[in-house]
Structure formats: C-alpha cells, structure tokens
C-alpha cells in the first residue's frame, strides 16, 4: 500500500456500491498496522527477523498533504474516513457509564492510535480545504450533543484543536456553536466543561458568542436537572477565570493560548476591563444563588473559587465577602458555647431519607485557602503596591473577622468532645438507617474540618512549639472519630462508607513531610519535634500523600487548590519523590520494624507505595519529564557528575536493587512480602525507561537472573512478581523461549511426575521455584507460552501471505534447498524449544482444576498452529515442489514421538486424578467440594475434547504433506488411544492378576459356583 493507492480507494468510495468495502478495507489496514506495530515494539525476537515496518497511518496523513494539490475527488473521503475512525476506535461506555479510554498522557493502544489517527487527518483537513470545513464543524458538534451515553473526549479534542488552530476560521461559523449551546443543560458535565474550555479563546472576540452562552447559562441555573445546574456553574467559572479585570496579578495560566495575532489584537480593542469587571460582578451576583442549590452544585461553587480568586484577584472583595457571610450562618458567635459549629443545617431530610445539603469542610477549605493566597500574595507585593488605602482597609476587614473566627474555631474544636458533636463511640454509624448516615455525615465533616484547621494552623504557627502543640491536639480529636469510624465499619456487613478524600491540599501534604523527615535547621528542630514525635501524624501525613498521588495518577489531578495546574502537580511529585527516597534509605526498616507493635503496614512501606505510584502517574501523566522527576531526588556526591538520564535511572534502579537484596538476605521469618513486591514493581517501573541496548539493561536482566536463581522464599505473590519482572525484560533483549524451558523443567522436578514409578531428576535452576510456588508458576509460564504462540502465528500468517503474493521461481527452488528461510527457520526453533518445555509439563503431576485445564488449552492451542505451519508447507510444496526442511522435519517428530503420547497420558491422569486416590481424609472432602468440583469438570470436559480434536487436525494435515512432499512423516505419529470409552491395559491387567489370586484362595468344592456363567444369546 502506498498514498497513491489509498487516494485510489478514497476515489473508488464516493461510488456508494463499493463505499462500505473500502472504509472497511482501510479500517482493517490501519488497525492491522498498528498491532503490527505494537506487537514487535514488544519483542526484540520479532524486531530482529523483520526490522522494517510499512506504517498505513503515515501513508493515510501523506495522501492528506497531497489531496491539497486539488485532489478534490480525495477530500469527501479523507472526511468520512476520518469520522469513521474516530467512531469505530473512539472511547466506549464502560459498566455504570463509567468511560474505560486508558489515561491521558500517552497514546498506547492500537485501537487509541486508531482513533486519534482519525481526529489528525480530521484537523489536517479543515485547515487545508475550505469547501469541507463546514460538514467537519457540524458532524463534531453533532456528535458531542447527541452520543451523551458515550464518550466524547475524543471529539472535544479535535474541537479544540481546531479553535486553537484557526479561530478565526470558526468565528465565520460561530452560528453552529451557538445551536451547539442551546444544549447545554442537557450534556453531560464532562462534556459541557471541555466543550466549554475548548470555546473560550473565541468568547473573548466574539459578542454574539458570549452573550448567546450567558443567555443559555442564566437559563440553566434554573434548571429542573441538576447536571444542568452543575453545567451552568462550570460554565460561569471558566468565564470569571478568563475575563480578567485591571489590576488583578498576573497569572500563568490566565488563559489557553491563540496561536492567531488577530484575535490578540482584538482582545485588547473591543473589551476594556472596566468593561470586564461589571461583567464578572454581574456573573458573581448570579453565582450567589448556588448557595441555596444541592450539595453537588455547592461544592463545584467552592473548589472553583480559589482559581477564579488567583486568576482575578481583584474580585477578591467581592469573593471573599460571599464566603464570609455564607460560612457566618453555620459558625457559632458565643465563645462559650461547643462546638462551634452548626452541623444541623448542613442536612436535610426526605421521609427517611438522608442527604447532605452543606459540604461544610469544602466550604471551610474554600475559605481559608482563598484568605491563605490573599495574605502571602500581599505580602510579597508589599513594598511595591499601588493599592489605595480605602481598599486596603476594606481588605483587612474582612481578613481580620476570618482570622478572628478561625482562630475561635480552632481553640473551640480542640476543647469540643466527639458527645458534643453526638459522634461518642455508642453512636450508630450503619448506612442502613437515617440515624447511621446522618453520624456519617457528621463524621465526614466534622473530619474535615479538622483537616483544614491544621493546615491553616500549621502555616499561621510559623515554626512555633505551642502553636505545634495546638495543631497535635486537632489531630488527636481528628484521630479519635477517624479511628471509630474505622471500627464501626469494620463491624458492619453491608454498604460502608471508604476513607474520606482529605482535604489537605496537595502542596501542603508535600510540605509537610518535607520538614517532618528532611528540616534540620536549628531553628525549627524544638518545634518540629512535638510532630515528629508523635507517630500517628506522621503516619497521616504519608497516608495523606500516598492518597493524592493515587488520585493524581487515576484521574490527572487532585482536589484542593492548584490540583488542576500540571506544572505545580508535577513540581510537588518531584517535592514527593525527594522526601519519599530520602526516607526509605536513610532509615533502615529494620529499625522501625523492632519499635513497631501493630500489625499495619510500616512507614517505609508507605514511602515506598508513593514512590511506586508516583513512577507510574509520572510515565503515565508526563512521560516527557520521567528524567527530570529522577533529576530532582538527592544524589551521593559519586554520582553527582552522572549528568545523563541513563545513568541517572540505573542509579535510582541500583538503590532499589539494594535495598531489594538486603531485604532477600535476611530470614524468611522476617521477610516482609509486600515490601519485596513493591520494590520488584518500582524497579518494573524504572526498567522500562532503559534502552533496551544499553549495557545497564544487560547489567539488569543478569542482576535479575540471579536473583531469581538464588532467591529460594516460598511466596507465591513475590515469585510472580519477580518472574514477571524477569521475561518483562528478557522479551525485550531474546526471545524468552530458552527460559521457559528451565522454568518448566524446575517445575516438573518440583512437583514430580504423572507416574508414581517415575523419579525426576532433581534439578534446581531457578530457586525461587519450589514446592509453594511451583503451580503458581505454572500458570504464569502458560501466560509466558500464549505470547510466544502468539508471535509464532504472527509470523506463520505473515510469512503464508508473502508465499502467496509470490510468483514460484526456479532459481528461488535451487536456493531454499540449500538453505532455509530465516523466517520459516526461527518459527522451527521457537516452536521446537516450545514442544520441549511443554512435554515437561505434561508430565507433571498438577493439581486437578485451574493449572490442568490452562495446560490443555495451551497444548490445544500449540496443535493448532502446528496445523497451521504444515498448511503453510502444504501451499509451498504445491507452488514450488520445493523439499521440506530438515529442522521441520525434526519438530514433526519431536512432536509425534515426543508430545502427543505425553499428552495422551496426562488427559487419563487429569481425568481419573481426582477418584484414582482414595485416602479417607480425600473421601470426606469430597462430599464438600462437590458443587466445585462437577464446575471444574464441566470445563475440563471442554478442553479435553478440543485437545484431542487439535492434535488428529494436526495428524489429517500431516497425510496430505506428506502425500505432497513424498515424505512420511506419519511415522513419527502414534496411534490415539485417549476417547470416551478406552481400555487402560495397565489398569485392566492389574484387575485380572488380583481376580486370579482370589480364585486361588477360594476352595476346591466351590469352583463351580465361581466359573464364568454361560453367554446368553442375543435376541433378534
């Protein structure tokens, strides 16, 4: 294929007979192409046999670039084709509406490269050819109104891209997004706010446009759906944080960049920020009335204040005011009076039903980050702000009476007990009952509060002992109720409230384990100690950490101010990452471990969770800036001059390996597994980022290697992971297929063989495969053959079609007799060192259920692709009368001699291994596990027939080869005895031999009665 024969078939599409056959044609191209591609990216075995790759998606983007050179007949087609795409391979609808695309950050799939091949030669498109510009604009708003129950990420994308690209371009369209905003209430939330974000470049050139979209949010507001509401406070917010006023601090991230110099001269021409200013009071008045709306709509109203306050500062008095006087209403005036905080009106009831009406905590948070910023950014502009006295008065109103009820809040909670807020450890929690999940709510909030009171207290504390102290005894009570809802859930079967989110924001947490675990100033060190001593907050803090870096990792942000900003999330990872590697190898788990007396999970651990979790949001979220987050952490001086990413990983990798190795040096008595298994999947982690050529990935796999030879701990979990690990990189540097040999071998010497009579030799290449950990390996090792059968048939189908689009050729015939195909030759061996390590297996004594029937299916599946492989040379004795190899040769009778007979053997033991033993305590359990075990033989009566059915496909497609070939390779085949019904002679002479001996025994006059009763005759 080539762009020329792609623009052939696009021509060829715009007849409607032959339409659907091309886009199905190229749809199947493209995702052929793409999973060719991903399948040798994954396999240094395929890399090597065929080095070059021919990419359909480069060919499809070049005859783009041609089609401007007026191939008008192209244009039609590049458009459905594109639509096309983007529908087939686009996001689909998971279970419960949830959305199962991958994350953000990198494209990796097939189906997602599919899909965004789709959205470039859509985007290509509208700027190259005016005439389809219009039909590309309308069919991308259709959809984003019409598939609500589908994602629409993919489209809202490319909807973007074409506003950044050519604004100016959809500003003669703006009609069609208009109709678009009519819909809004309707969209789901997700929809409105990247369809909303994407807009907001052309808002700010076009009146028509803006005052059209506040028209639609006014009517929103009020809509019966809350979605609708919800959709209509997004809405307002991206407007406040765009629209800036005069005066307000600058902000990097004020608004989405315009890559066009009209539009920024127009920005400045047509809107004056007197003009702004009127216009964002007036949005704020209509924002007001959120307050009184659902708790949902609320809690959008203030996690999206604090952006809109740092992007527009000079709304500050008009926000703050709003929040002052909203938190005044739950806040208790008289000082004696506990708690201080008014929880009733932060519910409401509906017959039984319970609801939270006022996310109190949020509100507080909101509040008290938005004074935070006001009061540092003041600060720091002190000594060269303008500001007139008037304002600066008004502002130190309404910072004083916050502070002032803050600092009563504060003193108030640390006196209040959990009976005051009627949360005492008597209280119902059950999320059966009204009064349960109204203590829960409470709970929740109260919980919350606390959260936010100790980072405003710690921040306001300034490094001060008694201040510190204060902050402890917030924790204490935040403890207290953590720990019985805790308890209480546990108890209770049933529907359960998770952990709370904490509201700690993101770069707090990230401060605060900064000066528990690295401050060493002098003067901070007498107030530090008061947090550093008590244990319990610092195992907060890390949770809390852990938490966010979770939350960052699945959904691309966190709560809390500048969650959403990727360079200050990204800035703080590296904060993290710092102070996490700093505490797990500065000091030694063992340590923590003699001190520790509960049975939770230790703070190394913990380090090491957030480190693991931080590696993969970081490749998964930024991975552009894998070496720059690796940069950041502290370096020993001899490593200092190692400038290099390389270099600067496998220093990161050998820490780990260490601390790996200590961990694998000590007793199994003392061997913490979780903590094994974590450092295995960080170094999975960091290993990817190797070049797979590099000397430091050869000095890893042989690390690896030894590891998994000399390591002998019976733990499963550890064993997989660390074997895991092992192929992970040896798929990458050779084929895998030598390994598995070893592996199957080990295993059969571990578990012994199918026939009690047989001894195996005793061998041990790989320690960590022993008795505990054998059938769990076994099922890893069949997961291990699945992707080596799968490159096998690639490479069979691959080679098949080169034979066919072949024309035969003498001088090719004189050639493959001396010499044989790398292609065909490397297929031989894998599938011959395969049969090998597979015949091991078969003759192991395996557990009845999981292992037996995976062990049938692989074997089933390895006869149909030998059947496969002799079809092949079927077609090349037919086209060529060509001789057949002689390795070929080889594996057939590897394969008849060796296998088959084997398998055979093991389908008698899988079938009678459950009833041949009958031992008392066997008899007993079985009854039991009767329901469990007639499930198990219902699949195994599935995978034996299919077994069998493969291996006499195999032997049918033998006779004819070997008719085409004058070769017998029937020879080498023996005759199936495995069948419904069958005669086991071992079994059958063992029976006569004991009938014998009990004949002897008998006496003399009874002989007649013991002969052999006469045949009846049949009746006709």
């Known amino acids: 294929m080539c762009p020329f024969s792609v623009a052939l078939l696009l021509s060829v599409a715009r007849v409607q007979r032959y339409e659907e056959q091309v886009f199905d044609l190229l749809k199947g191209a493209v995702i052929k192409s793409y999973k060719d591609e991903h399948l040798q990216q994954g396999s240094k075995f395929l890399q090597d046999l065929l080095p070059g790759h021919c990419s359909v998606a480069q060919m499809i983007l070049d005859t783009v670039?041609?089609?401007?050179?007026?191939?008008?007949?192209?244009?039609?087609?590049?458009?459905?084709?594109?639509?096309?795409?983007?529908?087939?391979?686009?996001?689909?609808?998971?279970?419960?509406?949830?959305?199962?695309?991958?994350?953000?950050?990198?494209?990796?799939?097939?189906?997602?490269?599919?899909?965004?091949?789709?959205?470039?030669?859509?985007?290509?498109?509208?700027?190259?050819?005016?005439?389809?510009?219009?039909?590309?604009?309308?069919?991308?708003?259709?959809?984003?109104?019409?598939?609500?129950?589908?994602?629409v990420s993919h489209y809202l994308d490319l909807f973007s891209d074409i506003v950044v690209s050519a604004p100016m371009i959809l500003l003669e369209s703006s009609s069609k997004v208009i109709e678009t905003f009519d819909h809004l209430s309707y969209l789901p939330l997700a929809t409105v706010q990247g369809l909303l974000k994407a807009v907001q470049p052309l808002?700010?050139?076009?009146?028509?446009?803006?005052?059209?979209?506040?028209?639609?949010?006014?009517?929103?507001?009020?809509?019966?759906?809350?979605?609708?509401?919800?959709?209509?406070?997004?809405?307002?917010?991206?407007?406040?944080?765009?629209?800036?006023?005069?005066?307000?601090?600058?902000?990097?991230?004020?608004?989405?960049?315009?890559?066009?110099?009209?539009?920024?001269?127009?920005?400045?021409?047509?809107?004056?920020?007197?003009?702004?200013?009127?216009?964002?009071?007036?949005?704020?008045?209509?924002?007001?009335?959120?307050?009184?709306?659902?708790?949902?709509?609320?809690?959008?109203?203030?996690?999206?204040?604090?952006?809109?306050?740092?992007?527009?500062?000079?709304?500050?008095?008009?926000?703050?005011?709003?929040?002052?006087?909203?938190?005044?209403?739950?806040?208790?005036?008289?000082?004696?009076?506990?708690?201080?905080?008014?929880?009733?009106?932060?519910?409401?009831?509906?017959g039984d039903q319970v609801y939270l009406q006022e996310p109190l905590a949020h509100l507080v948070s909101c509040t008290v980050q938005c004074l935070l910023w006001l009061q540092n950014t003041q600060h720091s502009a002190n000594h060269n702000a303008d500001d007139s006295d008037d304002d600066e008065a008004e502002g130190d109103g309404y910072q004083s009476h916050l502070q002032t009820m803050l600092e009563s809040v504060t003193r108030r909670m640390i006196k209040s007990e959990l009976e005051d807020f009627e949360l005492d450890k008597s209280a119902e929690f059950s999320m059966g009952s009204s009064v349960g999940v109204k203590n829960n709510i409470y709970a929740v909030l109260v919980m919350g509060v606390y959260e936010v009171l100790?980072?405003?207290?710690?921040?306001?504390?300034?490094?001060?002992?008694?201040?510190?102290?204060?902050?402890?005894?917030?924790?204490?009570?935040?403890?207290?109720?953590?720990?019985?809802?805790?308890?209480?859930?546990?108890?209770?079967?049933?529907?359960?409230?998770?952990?709370?989110?904490?509201?700690?924001?993101?770069?707090?947490?990230s401060t605060l384990i900064t000066v528990l675990f690295k401050d060493n100033s002098q003067s901070r060190e007498e107030a530090l100690s008061v947090l550093r001593s008590n244990a319990e907050f610092v195992r907060y803090a890390l949770s809390v950490v852990v938490q966010k870096i979770q939350q960052l990792e699945e959904s691309g942000q966190t709560d809390g101010p500048d969650g959403q900003s990727t360079e200050k999330t990204f800035r703080f990872l590296c904060d993290m990452t710092s102070v996490l590697m700093w505490r797990y190898t500065n000091i030694p788990s063992v340590v923590e471990e003699a001190g520790r007396k509960d049975k939770r999970c230790s703070l190394s651990q913990l380090c090491l969770e957030g480190l693991l979790r931080i590696f993969t949001a970081c490749q998964q979220r930024y991975p552009d800036k894998m070496a720059q987050l690796l940069s950041t952490m502290d370096i020993a001086e001899e490593e200092a001059e190692q400038d290099e990413a390389t270099e600067m990983n496998y220093f990161y990798i050998r820490q780990f390996q260490r601390a790996l190795f200590t961990k694998l040096s000590g007793g199994e008595e003392d061997f913490n597994s979780r903590e094994a298994q974590l450092l295995v999947?960080?170094?999975?982690?960091?290993?990817?980022?190797?070049?797979?050529?590099?000397?430091?990935?050869?000095?890893?796999?042989t690390w690896t290697v030894k590891i998994c030879k000399e390591t002998s701990f019976e733990d499963s979990a550890f064993s997989k992971g660390l074997l895991s690990l092992l192929f992970n990189l040896h798929v990458l540097y050779k084929s895998p297929v030598g390994l598995l040999l070893e592996l199957c071998q080990d295993i059969h010497s571990q578990l012994g063989d199918i026939d009690e009579d047989?001894?195996?030799?005793?061998?041990?290449?790989?320690?960590?495969?022993?008795?505990?950990?054998?059938?769990?390996?076994?099922?890893?090792?069949?997961?291990?053959?699945?992707?080596?059968?799968?490159?096998?048939?690639?490479?069979?189908?691959?080679?098949?079609?080169?034979?066919?689009?072949?024309?035969?050729?003498?001088?090719?015939?004189?050639?493959s007799a001396g010499r044989q195909d790398p292609l065909e030759k490397a297929v031989t061996l894998q599938l011959g060192t395969l049969v090998t390590a597979l015949n091991e297996l078969v003759q192991t004594s395996l557990q009845p259920g999981n292992c037996t029937i995976t062990l049938l299916r692989a074997l089933s599946r390895t006869y149909?692709?030998?059947?496969?492989?002799?079809?092949?040379?079927?077609?090349?004795?037919?086209?060529?009368?060509?001789?057949?190899?002689?390795?070929?040769?080889?594996?057939?009778?590897?394969?008849?001699?060796?296998?088959?007979?084997?398998?055979?053997?093991?389908?008698?033991?899988?079938?009678?291994?459950?009833?041949?033993?009958?031992?008392?305590?066997?008899?007993?359990?079985?009854?039991?596990?009767?329901?469990?075990?007639?499930?198990?033989?219902?699949?195994?009566?599935?995978?034996?027939?299919?077994?069998?059915?493969?291996?006499?496909?195999?032997?049918?497609?033998?006779?004819?080869?070997?008719?085409?070939?004058?070769?017998?390779?029937?020879?080498?085949?023996?005759?199936?005895?495995?069948?419904?019904?069958?005669?086991?002679?071992?079994?059958?002479?063992?029976?006569?031999?004991?009938?014998?001996?009990?004949?002897?025994t008998t006496e003399t006059p009874n002989a007649e009665e013991t002969q052999e009763p006469k045949k009846k005759k049949r009746k006709l």
């Open 681 to 701: 999947s960080i170094l999975s982690v960091l290993s990817r980022q190797l070049n797979p050529s590099s000397k430091q990935f050869v000095q890893m796999i």
């Open 454 to 509: 100790i980072e405003y207290n710690f921040i306001k504390a300034n490094y001060n002992k008694s201040h510190f102290e204060e902050l402890i005894n917030l924790f204490s009570c935040y403890n207290k109720l953590s720990d019985i809802l805790k308890e209480k859930s546990g108890k209770v079967r049933g529907p359960s409230n998770k952990t709370p989110r904490s509201l700690l924001s993101m770069g707090f947490a």
């Open 758 to 815: 047989v001894e195996v030799e005793k061998q041990n290449i790989f320690a960590i495969i022993n008795m505990k950990t054998a059938s769990n390996a076994v099922l890893f090792v069949l997961s291990q053959v699945d992707k080596i059968l799968d490159e096998v048939e690639w490479l069979i189908v691959k080679k098949k079609s080169q034979a066919s689009s072949e024309k035969p050729n003498g001088s090719e015939d004189t050639q």
């Open 65 to 151: 670039k041609n089609s401007v050179f007026g191939w008008d007949h192209v244009t039609q087609g590049l458009v459905q084709l594109g639509f096309f795409l983007m529908d087939t391979f686009g996001p689909k609808p998971g279970p419960f509406g949830k959305t199962t695309e991958g994350p953000v950050g990198t494209t990796r799939t097939p189906t997602q490269q599919a899909c965004k091949l789709g959205g470039q030669v859509l985007l290509q498109g509208f700027k190259m050819h005016e005439p389809i510009r219009g039909e590309i604009l309308e069919q991308v708003l259709n959809r984003l109104v019409t598939k609500t129950a589908s994602p």
């Open 864 to 1000: 149909s692709i030998l059947t496969t492989l002799v079809k092949y040379y079927i077609q090349v004795c037919t086209s060529q009368h060509s001789a057949l190899p002689a390795r070929f040769e080889k594996l057939i009778k590897l394969s008849g001699s060796h296998l088959t007979p084997q398998c055979y053997a093991f389908i008698t033991y899988a079938q009678s291994g459950e009833t041949a033993e009958g031992d008392e305590k066997k008899k007993k359990k079985k009854n039991e596990a009767h329901t469990v075990a007639s499930a198990k033989l219902l699949r195994e009566t599935k995978a034996t027939p299919n077994l069998i059915f493969s291996i006499e496909q195999y032997e049918k497609y033998l006779i004819t080869l070997s008719k085409k070939s004058k070769v017998n390779l029937m020879q080498y085949m023996k005759l199936s005895t495995s069948r419904d019904f069958r005669i086991n002679a071992t079994t059958l002479e063992a029976a006569l031999q004991e009938q014998d001996h009990s004949q002897e």
């Open 203 to 350: 808002l700010k050139v076009s009146i028509s446009l803006k005052d059209a979209l506040i028209l639609v949010l006014r009517k929103a507001m009020f809509s019966s759906q809350l979605d609708g509401r919800k959709s209509a406070v997004a809405g307002f917010l991206l407007l406040l944080k765009n629209f800036k006023v005069l005066g307000s601090l600058a902000s990097s991230q004020c608004s989405q960049a315009v890559s066009s110099s009209q539009v920024q001269v127009d920005v400045h021409s047509r809107y004056n920020s007197a003009a702004n200013e009127a216009f964002c009071l007036e949005i704020l008045s209509s924002l007001r009335r959120c307050l009184g709306q659902q708790a949902d709509v609320r809690l959008m109203l203030y996690e999206g204040f604090y952006d809109v306050l740092r992007r527009n500062s000079q709304l500050a008095s008009s926000i703050m005011q709003t929040l002052l006087s909203h938190l005044t209403r739950y806040y208790e005036p008289e000082q004696d009076l506990l708690p201080p905080l008014k929880l009733e009106p932060c519910i409401t009831a509906h």
